[in-house]
């Protein structure tokens, strides 16, 4: 079982909204589980009024995160992991240490990416008991239309995490989707943009 960890150091990267939906777009391929190691516990939140609730199981996180992860492992193909923003967060330390991949969305903007710096020592931490853990970037809120800047196409080089080829843009169907308690999966084809995104998203993560 696949265990995707959603990590970043910064509130408002769009954590919360890509694990939703990825385990909305993986539910399509087999059983789902989101963890929720948020303490603001926002896919929680989500949860009570989405309507995703037989495709997706949502549990909250316990202190002993590890032993939650062994116990989901036999009933889910796959486990989503939404962390607290903060790597030096007790549960996102965990996290990454029972991981197989670290998601790290992060807006285009010079100062966000330089910022990964954080993250990437995190990994490399995380690495010394999980060698095996992968990590990539997934650019979000990408401005509809636009490519990347040449200030972003810079500060990407200087950083040394890979980057999903796959960014998802700025789309109020993001934003819309959650207020209504759904992901852009169930949005009919106000969401189908986002929805073909994400597909492409989830097979180069899971490809
Ligand atoms: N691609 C996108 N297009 C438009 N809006 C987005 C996109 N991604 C996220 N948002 C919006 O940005 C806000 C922050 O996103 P989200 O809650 O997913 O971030 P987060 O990293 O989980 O934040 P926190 O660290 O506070 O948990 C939300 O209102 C969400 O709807
Ligand atoms: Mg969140």
Redesign the pocket.
């Known amino acids: 079982m696949p265990v995707i960890a959603v990590v970043?150091n910064k509130?408002?990267?769009?954590?919360?909204?890509?694990c939703v939906n990825l385990a909305a777009g993986l539910s399509q391929q087999g059983r789902v589980a989101i963890i929720d190691a948020?303490p603001?516990g926002?896919s929680l939140q989500w949860h009570d009024v989405a309507e995703m609730s037989d495709s997706v199981s949502v549990f909250a996180s316990t202190a002993a995160l590890p032993q939650l992860v062994r116990e989901l492992a036999g009933s889910f193909e796959f486990l989503i992991v939404d962390c607290p923003?903060s790597v030096q967060a007790p549960q996102t330390v965990d996290v990454l240490q029972a991981a197989d991949l670290a998601l790290i969305?992060v807006q285009p903007s010079p100062v966000d990416l330089w910022a990964t710096v954080h993250i990437e020592n995190a990994i490399g931490n995380a690495r010394v008991v999980n060698p095996e853990l992968k990590s990539m970037l997934v650019i979000?809120?990408l401005e509809a239309r636009t490519t990347l800047s040449r200030v972003v196409r810079e500060a990407l080089t200087e950083i040394s995490l890979p980057v999903a080829k796959t960014a998802?843009?700025?789309?109020?169907v993001?934003?819309n989707s959650?207020l209504e308690g759904k992901t852009v999966f169930q949005m009919g084809a106000r969401g189908a943009a986002a929805a073909e995104e994400l597909e492409q998203l989830i097979q180069e993560v899971t490809g």
């Open positions: 970043g509130g408002g990267a769009g954590k919360t909204t890509l948020d603001q926002s923003p969305p979000n809120q998802l843009r700025r789309r109020a993001y934003r959650a």
